[in-house]
């Protein structure tokens, strides 16, 4: 019974010896592979940041894809996730190096536990067949033939050193084998974690050459309504200027009659707004970007406010007229003639008389408009005059 316990006490103790060996070992190659650790959970970090931040640039996408007016953000949108896309790209292949340093360190070492064990299975062989053939009566009889008591206690010292190296082999035979377990767990664990990863890359590509096709498609498509806007817009403003010419050409009949040459001032036509957005002269268009002629002054007065005849007239025009949309013309005699342009609605008739100051129409977003406003001309001797030195404060 004491020998069992004295034996259980030794195979204990040399099992914990082995263990801080491995610790030790496992240790040494923790610290050999700590930078390339850090490396990649920081390249885990970065990928997962990536992730997060191009999920928020696809919600982005989809608010801006409901919005047909506003393809070139859309535009801008894909291309910040196309970069993204070729960054996670870039991150995920860096993290699939990493792995595959650890991966060819990990062989290194199962094949170098691999060797190790066969020298240990060699010498634990040795000591199963020793054991077996000499066995515990064997030890008994080198006892009992002992000479004297000293005699006895050295062959006991022999007996007992033969034994605890017996179980030292047995026991680094078996922390070998559970030490290539180990290695070859790990080994498994990290290529798996890296065929992931290439499975990922994979579909990485494959969603940057969707949205590469997707930008393609869309700028092609920015490229057609741009020009199919254009050439409306052209037609547009080719029809609003043949209103132009007509309108002057009254203007200039009426300069030619011999009436009597308006000489007043004018009131302001929208009194809930003093303020103009775009000034009469050259101006670039607010939605094609074209240099263009503005022939009046646009105010920014909200929808439905209150329009006032400048002064008081003849309604001549009152009505749709192409990109004017609902428009309203008064003449005032002598060659002097207002326009009112985009009006939500019309509260004059053609041919019925105005005062100065009277409300004519309410402001509205019609025909080729950006946004609620009045577009307001003057029309002096066959021409188009600018506005404001018509007023008492300019």
């Known amino acids: 019974m004491m020998k069992k316990r004295t034996t259980r006490l030794i195979s204990c103790a040399i099992a914990g010896i082995l263990v801080i060996a491995l610790l030790a070992s496992m240790l040494a190659t923790g610290l050999t592979f700590a930078g390339a650790a850090e490396d990649v959970d920081e390249l885990q970090d970065k990928l997962s940041s990536l992730e997060d931040e191009k999920a928020a640039v696809k919600e982005k996408i989809a608010e801006l894809t409901q919005q047909a007016s506003d393809v070139e953000a859309t535009r801008a949108a894909l291309q910040s996730e196309i970069d993204l896309t070729k960054e996670e790209i870039s991150t995920v292949e860096a993290y699939i190096d990493r792995l595959q340093e650890q991966i060819d360190v990990k062989t290194t070492e199962l094949k170098a536990a691999e060797a190790a064990l066969e020298q240990k299975e060699e010498e634990f062989a040795l000591t199963v067949r020793t054991t077996y053939e000499q066995g515990d009566s064997s030890y008994l009889e080198v006892l009992l033939n002992s000479s004297s008591f000293s005699d006895l206690l050295s062959r006991m010292e022999i007996i007992t050193a033969i034994m605890e190296d017996n179980k030292k082999i047995v026991a680094?035979?078996?922390?070998?084998?559970?030490?290539?377990?180990?290695?070859?767990?790990?080994?498994?664990?990290?290529?798996?974690?890296?065929?992931?990863?290439?499975?990922?890359?994979?579909?990485?590509?494959?969603?940057?050459?969707?949205?590469?096709?997707?930008?393609?498609?869309?700028?092609?498509?920015?490229?057609?309504?741009?020009?199919?806007?254009e050439a409306e817009y052209d037609r547009i403003s080719n029809e609003m200027q043949d209103v132009s010419n007509q309108i002057a050409a009254l203007s200039a009949q009426s300069a030619a009659a011999g009436g009597v040459p308006y000489s007043g001032t004018f009131v302001w036509p929208t009194p809930s707004c003093t303020t103009t957005s775009s000034v009469y002269g050259y101006r670039v268009h607010p939605i094609y970007g074209t240099v263009k002629f503005h022939a009046g002054e646009d105010i920014p007065a909200s929808y439905g406010a209150e329009i006032l005849a400048a002064a008081s007239g003849t309604v001549t025009t009152a009505g749709w007229v192409s990109g004017y949309g609902n428009y309203t013309v008064i003449d005032h005699g002598g060659g002097t003639m207002t326009a009112y342009g985009h009006q939500s609605s019309i509260l004059v008739s053609v041919g019925q008389y105005v005062e100065q100051g009277q409300v004519i129409g309410y402001v509205g977003s019609t025909g080729n408009s950006t946004g609620p406003h009045l577009h307001f001309e003057v029309y002096q001797n066959g021409s188009t005059v600018d506005p404001k030195s018509f007023f008492s404060f300019t």
């Open 172 to 229: 680094e035979y078996t922390a070998a084998k559970e030490d290539i377990a180990q290695k070859k767990q790990e080994l498994q664990d990290t290529q798996d974690d890296q065929k992931e990863y290439q499975e990922n890359l994979s579909y990485k590509v494959d969603e940057l050459a969707a949205s590469e096709a997707e930008q393609a498609a869309l700028q092609e498509s920015i490229e057609a309504y741009k020009a199919e806007s």
